[in-house]
């Protein structure tokens, strides 16, 4: 008995050396990365350095004295070449609206082709760049997807939103969605719920229009007939898990992705991937909204294996490219953002309060920013970055933002409601400042 306790003293203690040891390693590997990635900061910003020295010589003299970095990044200065930079007023003159660019009547602050690249290169080579420098630097790539409003357009043009979500135990989240869609700047906004949820939704507001249609048997047939006029589609938010649900929501899913729809997935419509991934693996439109439950529960299923919860940034790229690019948002203290060539922290400040619906806001809100920026890449003013990207970091900041604001005004008793009554000013401020 005394022998073999020996050895299993002996071989838990080779165990725990071979433990530390690879430990040692991985650690040792991980110093490697990140020293090779600082370094690649440094020479991006070396390149950068040198661009603006080159730019500012070229410029006539008027233009004042040489921006600092980060400003100069923020407010760019215009290069001759750069023809998709349009102002204002001449914007609606230029471009005549196609269906696909209905919104895109651009403001002036647009990013040339190799600005927008090096933002994002800059951006990914996270080394020792502050968090609000990075901010900073792509706040000016979302600006540029924001639809001016002018009175050439018409009612529907900045975006018709459809949620699908809304069921017997869950109002308050397809409504949260579908009123920060229309407060972000969407024209229209369509709840597609379930016929208990429906009159209970409406009452919340005139503003939404609201289908009770997904428990009746012809539910997909009749959102269906929706489609040809949505913009961007938001699903799950309320949406519950009963399989006839899911079903529909399934195929909406499929008819919205052949159709090219900006589709967003939160709340219960993860479920449904988590069960079944293809539904929008490899789909470049889709952006998926986990909070780390949501998260851990997906990375799990594509995985097979326990997430290792130490790693976050890593968790979001692998599972980016499990779902085949897809773009991920994992919500939390950073919001982290990855379409799985590299991770974008948001960590805008928020507040302490953590009250339900905030992700309902974000996923509402990233709806119509999805659809702005696939539009304005159709058109070409957003290139070389993914649009999905851009919209999700948007949501994010915007989130945040209005999370700030509201808990100034609410402390403790900050709710959501309150914090959508502050998307007007928060939008303002980050992105028409
Ligand atoms: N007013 C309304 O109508 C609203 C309705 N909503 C709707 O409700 C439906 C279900 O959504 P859901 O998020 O509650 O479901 P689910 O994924 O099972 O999570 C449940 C459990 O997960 C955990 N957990 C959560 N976050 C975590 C974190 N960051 N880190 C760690 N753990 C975390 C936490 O576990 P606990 O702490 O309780 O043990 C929590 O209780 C969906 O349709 C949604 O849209 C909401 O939008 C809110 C407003
Ligand atoms: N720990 C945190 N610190 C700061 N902000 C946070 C934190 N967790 C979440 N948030 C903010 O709340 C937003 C929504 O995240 P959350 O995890 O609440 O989503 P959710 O559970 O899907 O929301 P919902 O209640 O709508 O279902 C995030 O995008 C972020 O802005």
Same mark, same amino acid.
């Given at each position: 008995?005394?022998?073999?306790?020996? /050895?299993?003293? &002996? *071989?838990?203690? $080779? =165990? #725990? !050396?071979?433990?530390? /040891?690879?430990? &040692? *390693?991985?650690? $040792? =590997? #991980? !110093?490697?990365?990140?020293?090779?990635?600082?370094?690649?900061?440094?020479?991006?910003?070396?390149?950068?350095?040198?661009?603006?020295?080159?730019?500012?010589?070229?410029?006539?003299?008027?233009?004042?004295?040489?921006?600092?970095?980060?400003?100069?990044?923020?407010?760019?200065?215009?290069?001759?070449?750069?023809?998709?930079?349009?102002?204002?007023?001449?914007?609606?003159?230029?471009?005549?609206?196609?269906?696909?660019?209905?919104?895109?009547?651009?403001?002036?602050?647009?990013?040339?082709?190799?600005?927008?690249?090096?933002?994002?290169?800059?951006?990914?080579?996270?080394?020792?760049?502050?968090?609000?420098?990075?901010?900073?630097?792509?706040?000016?790539?979302?600006?540029?997807?924001?639809?001016?409003?002018?009175?050439?357009?018409?009612?529907?043009?900045?975006?018709?939103?459809?949620?699908?979500?809304?069921?017997?135990?869950?109002?308050?989240?397809?409504?949260?969605?579908?009123?920060?869609?229309?407060?972000?700047?969407?024209?229209?906004?369509?709840?597609?719920?379930?016929?208990?949820?429906?009159?209970?939704?409406?009452?919340?507001?005139?503003?939404?229009?609201?289908?009770?249609?997904?428990?009746?048997?012809?539910?997909?047939?009749?959102?269906?007939?929706?489609?040809?006029?949505?913009?961007?589609?938001?699903?799950?938010?309320?949406?519950?898990?009963?399989?006839?649900?899911?079903?529909?929501?399934?195929?909406?899913?499929?008819?919205?992705?052949?159709?090219?729809?900006?589709?967003?997935?939160?709340?219960?419509?993860?479920?449904?991937?988590?069960?079944?991934?293809?539904?929008?693996?490899?789909?470049?439109?889709?952006?998926?909204?986990?909070?780390?439950?949501?998260?851990?529960?997906?990375?799990?299923?594509?995985?097979?294996?326990?997430?290792?919860?130490?790693?976050?940034?890593?968790?979001?790229?692998?599972?980016?490219?499990?779902?085949?690019?897809?773009?991920?948002?994992?919500?939390?203290?950073?919001?982290?953002?990855?379409?799985?060539?590299?991770?974008?922290?948001?960590?805008?400040?928020?507040?302490?309060?953590?009250?339900?619906?905030?992700?309902?806001?974000?996923?509402?809100?990233?709806?119509?920013?999805?659809?702005?920026?696939?539009?304005?890449?159709?058109?070409?003013?957003?290139?070389?970055?993914?649009?999905?990207?851009?919209?999700?970091?948007?949501?994010?900041?915007?989130?945040?933002?209005?999370?700030?604001?509201?808990?100034?005004?609410?402390?403790?008793?900050?709710?959501?409601?309150?914090?959508?009554?502050?998307?007007?000013?928060?939008?303002?401020?980050?992105?028409?400042?």
């Amino acid at each position: 008995m005394e022998k073999l306790m020996e /050895r299993f003293l &002996e *071989q838990s203690a $080779q =165990a #725990e !050396d071979s433990f530390y /040891r690879m430990e &040692e *390693q991985r650690l $040792q =590997a #991980e !110093d490697r990365r990140r020293e090779a990635e600082h370094a690649r900061e440094l020479h991006m910003l070396q390149m950068l350095g040198q661009m603006f020295s080159g730019v500012s010589s070229a410029r006539p003299a008027s233009s004042s004295s040489t921006p600092s970095k980060t400003a100069s990044l923020a407010r760019p200065p215009t290069f001759s070449g750069a023809s998709q930079s349009l102002t204002r007023g001449q914007s609606a003159q230029l471009r005549r609206p196609s269906p696909q660019t209905d919104c895109l009547t651009q403001q002036s602050q647009v990013l040339n082709r190799d600005q927008q690249a090096l933002v994002f290169e800059r951006y990914y080579g996270l080394g020792s760049t502050s968090h609000r420098d990075m901010d900073d630097d792509i706040l000016p790539l979302i600006k540029s997807i924001v639809p001016p409003l002018t009175s050439k357009k018409h009612k529907g043009q900045d975006g018709r939103i459809g949620i699908i979500g809304g069921c017997q135990d869950y109002t308050g989240a397809p409504y949260f969605a579908a009123i920060s869609a229309l407060k972000v700047g969407a024209d229209l906004s369509h709840v597609f719920c379930t016929k208990d949820a429906a009159t209970v939704i409406k009452s919340y507001s005139p503003e939404l229009i609201v289908h009770p249609v997904l428990d009746s048997p012809n539910a997909v047939e009749e959102i269906e007939k929706w489609l040809p006029r949505l913009h961007g589609l938001v699903v799950g938010p309320g949406l519950g898990r009963e399989d006839l649900l899911l079903k529909t929501a399934k195929e909406v899913i499929e008819k919205s992705k052949a159709r090219d729809i900006p589709i967003v997935i939160d709340a219960d419509g993860l479920w449904l991937v988590t069960q079944q991934p293809s539904v929008i693996q490899g789909y470049q439109k889709g952006i998926l909204t986990p909070n780390f439950m949501e998260f851990t529960r997906l990375y799990e299923s594509l995985h097979h294996e326990p997430m290792d919860s130490r790693d976050h940034q890593r968790n979001v790229m692998q599972l980016s490219v499990a779902m085949g690019n897809l773009t991920l948002v994992l919500k939390g203290e950073q919001d982290l953002i990855s379409d799985g060539s590299n991770v974008i922290p948001c960590s805008i400040e928020g507040s302490g309060r953590r009250c339900g619906g905030q992700g309902d806001l974000l996923s509402g809100s990233l709806g119509v920013l999805a659809h702005w920026a696939h539009a304005a890449s159709a058109a070409g003013t957003l290139r070389s970055v993914n649009p999905s990207v851009v919209a999700a970091f948007g949501a994010c900041c915007l989130t945040r933002q209005c999370n700030s604001q509201a808990f100034q005004r609410h402390g403790r008793s900050t709710t959501t409601s309150d914090m959508i009554q502050e998307i007007g000013s928060a939008f303002k401020k980050l992105f028409e400042s």
